[in-house]
């Protein structure tokens, strides 16, 4: 599985964006999607999953409310529609996919098999 993610940029606090990530393969729907981020000196953190068949998501605490993941099987892609935005949310966002993840997701970095390149979010104040 291939991704690019997409859709960074740079922002005012309170704006929106919306990153798309799209991946290649036919079996796009037996994988769990996450979005992760790192920002400057910090370790990558989970943001956000969604499910590959099901549709369960989970989410950081520091995004609830405010983020919102989705993906269309269809086009084989997945999206994280972000609002409120913050300076603090200021990073390099990454999609991730896991193959074990058609029902259920996880929050761990490890346990994705296949990553984006990344695009990065800024966030001014």
């Known amino acids: 599985v291939q991704l690019q993610a997409s859709g960074g940029g740079l922002v005012q606090a309170g704006g929106s964006l919306r990153l798309s990530c799209a991946a290649s393969?036919?079996?796009?729907?037996?994988?769990?999607l996450g979005w992760f981020r790192q920002a400057p000196g910090a370790e990558r953190v989970f943001v956000a999953a969604?499910?590959?068949?099901?549709?369960?998501?989970s989410y950081a605490d520091s995004v609830k409310g405010r983020f919102t993941i989705s993906r269309d099987n269809a086009k084989n892609t997945v999206y994280l529609q972000m609002n409120s935005l913050k300076p603090e949310d200021t990073a390099v966002y990454y999609c991730?996919?896991?193959?074990?993840?058609?029902?259920?997701?996880?929050?761990?970095?490890?346990?994705?098999?296949?990553w984006g390149q990344g695009t990065l979010v800024t966030v001014s104040s």
């Open positions: 991730a996919a896991d193959s074990n993840g058609m029902v259920v997701v996880t929050t761990i970095p490890s346990l994705y098999d296949y």
């Open positions: 969604i499910s590959g068949n099901t549709g369960r998501t």
């Open positions: 393969g036919r079996t796009f729907s037996r994988y769990a």
